[in-house]
């Protein structure tokens, strides 16, 4: 007996082919009034809640992301350049800081060596004089 001949005598169904071709899938388009109701949800969620509303609606916390960016009249671009000249601004602060503090360091070594040769001059000094007496 062929295991469709099994299938049926079991009772479980054998799926029908269908010749009808399936389309090609749509993108999700959500409207203004959506992402307002959804964002306004999300922000007055507490913890945890959050990926429940995720999860019921189908969504992902990267749409959120962007979905803000939008509310907040944000694009992409404008928040990657943000981002980008707030980094450049604190790189080339952190770069002026290091450099300050580099030379304060070989100041402080430069007397740290003074130091150490006054003292052996001075021991050396002490020895002599010893030694004369």
Known sequence: MSELGVRESIGIPIPQSSAEVIG?????????????????????????????????????????????????????????????????????????ENARLKLKLRKAEAMLDLQKKAAEILSYEDESERSDS
């Open 24 to 96: 090609v899938a749509q993108r999700r388009r959500f409207s203004a009034a959506f992402k307002r109701r959804i964002l306004d949800e999300v922000d007055r969620a507490g913890r945890g809640e959050i990926g429940l509303i995720l999860r019921r609606e189908g969504l992902y916390s990267s749409q959120l992301s962007k979905w803000r960016d939008w509310r907040n009249g944000m694009t992409s671009k404008e928040k990657r350049s943000e981002t980008t000249s707030e980094l450049r601004t604190e790189n080339q602060r952190l770069q002026k």
